[in-house]
């Protein structure tokens, strides 16, 4: 059974889509979030917390759509990738995306329920009338009602979108509250954490319009999905399906969770397609004229990303320790954040202020845009201080140290790239780790499986801790 946390979220109304004369009024209820630019917010929920008094929360964004089918269209697809489930159908389902605000932009990202599948919606300030007004994360109330409105959303429909509470001005709405407590389970907060760690290796691979875009996605078989990987390929002006793996292919496994973009492809500009071979990870960008949608698939239909342990090796090291408060104040809302530039401004070292980022990353603080190449800041509406000890690796690590079940047999000696060989207790018998510049080794049956594809063992990271530890 997997590791659950339980949340009360209690929003001051239902979401909804309601007619104003002629216009339509999208309002999306939100349960706290931390905010910035002097608005006030709410407390992130914590376990066992008791319940809040309902109040008005401000609002941190309003505008009404220029292109109103296509905002409905990009909440659907987001709304139906969050309320899909790829492996082990018919289980636990987690429906509240999470919303970024900021001057440039609205973000709106969610995973699938099975946590292989990351969905984000951008819509740039040129997608509305009026400015965002303010900086702010939080979760919003996706119901079925909302859903079903959106549905009916007509290109000349004027709509007003607001991300906030303005309207417990309204008298319909005063005293409405929507509760929900939820088994939270521990890997939808994790997939969060670790899905920007994937990122930053992507590569644009194919850029195709939406014609051939949906010539292809029409062509997927549907049904069960194969059992063994998929490979796209380029094919004149459109993209081909093989079964062979051959240079400059994107691999893909798992071809029914790409139908989750045919919606979209009706009034798209263009479809890109990303991908790095190392990992096995795609992403796929539907381009519209102020907006984008992301869909990013795991590598194996079973692999969802909390499971992975792509930034535990950071997470283990040292570096970033002293890189870490001036880096988290440079955050301050700001929705492109440079590495390069960031390590300029502090005068400290790229990989310093890379694997600072690395650790905001994995407390929920920072996440990674593959058009711009930079993070964005943004705080998940959750009790993220704790995260790192949620890791259950690290955690075996750390206790592998204190109960001294690991010791240094050799430094840089003889062999050169060598940076340390490290003997940890294993079950039985103690494993032999080799800490190298391009790439760590262990001999224990975890790493001879999985290599580095997962992330470091438990072993490996108690080696690092152990070395980087004493110097």
């Not at 659950?4 to 909804?16: H, K, Q």
């Not at 889509?17 to 999208?26: D, P």
């Not at 999306?28 to 917390?49: I, K």
């Not at 397609?273 to 795609?282: K, Q």
């Amino acid at each position: 059974m997997s590791a659950t946390l339980e949340y009360t979220y209690r929003y001051p109304f239902a979401s909804r889509l309601e007619r104003e004369g002629s216009a339509w009024g999208l309002r999306l209820a939100t349960f706290g979030g931390s905010l910035a630019s002097g608005l006030a917010g709410t407390r992130s929920p914590v376990v066992e917390a008791p319940r809040p008094v309902a109040v008005p929360h401000p609002f941190f964004f309003e505008g009404r759509c220029r292109s109103p089918r296509v905002v409905a269209d990009l909440l659907l697809a987001l709304a139906h990738t969050v309320n899909s489930r790829f492996y082990l159908p018919g289980a636990w389902r987690m429906l509240d995306p999470v919303v970024t605000s900021s001057e440039e932009l609205l973000r709106l990202e969610g995973f699938s329920s099975c946590c292989g599948v990351y969905a984000r919606v951008d819509l740039s300030a040129e997608a509305f009338d009026s400015e965002i007004q303010g900086r702010g994360t939080t979760n919003v109330d996706f119901n079925a009602p909302m859903r079903a409105a959106l549905t009916q959303v007509r290109d000349h429909d004027e709509i007003k979108f607001s991300v906030g509470a303005d309207q417990f001005r309204l008298t319909q709405a005063a005293g409405e509250v929507i509760e929900k407590k939820v088994a939270l389970p521990m890997r939808w907060i994790k997939g969060f954490t670790n899905v920007q760690a994937y990122l930053p290796a992507l590569q644009r691979r194919f850029e195709v319009n939406t014609i051939e875009a949906r010539r292809f996605i029409r062509s997927l078989p549907r049904g069960v999905a194969p059992k063994s990987p998929s490979f796209v390929q380029s094919l004149g002006a459109g993209l081909r399906l093989s079964q062979r793996e051959a240079k400059g292919t994107v691999r893909v496994m798992g071809t029914d969770r790409l139908k989750l973009l045919e919606p979209l492809l009706n009034q798209a500009k263009q479809l890109c397609v990303w991908s790095d071979d190392a990992s096995g990870t795609s992403a796929w960008e539907v381009i519209f004229e102020h907006g984008r949608f992301l869909l990013f698939l795991s590598p194996e239909i079973w692999r969802g990303f909390s499971g992975e342990g792509q930034q535990l090796e950071r997470l283990a090291g040292n570096e970033w320790e002293t890189a870490l408060p001036y880096v988290r104040d440079a955050l301050r809302g700001k929705s492109r954040i440079d590495a390069a530039r960031l390590a300029s401004q502090l005068e400290l070292k790229l990989p310093e202020v890379e694997a600072a980022l690395a650790v905001l990353g994995a407390r929920g603080l920072v996440g990674y845009d593959i058009v711009s190449g930079c993070y964005f800041h943004r705080e998940l509406p959750f009790d993220m201080e704790k995260i790192e000890s949620l890791q259950p690796r690290l955690k075996a690590a750390r206790k592998l140290l204190a109960e001294n079940k690991a010791r240094v047999i050799q430094r840089t000696g003889s062999d050169d790239t060598l940076i340390a060989e490290v003997m940890v207790q294993g079950t039985d018998v103690e494993h032999r780790v080799r800490l190298l510049p391009d790439g760590d080794k262990c001999t224990c049956p975890w790493y001879s499986k999985h290599q580095n594809e997962r992330g470091p063992c438990k072993h490996i990271l108690a080696a690092r801790l152990l070395v980087e530890g004493d110097e």
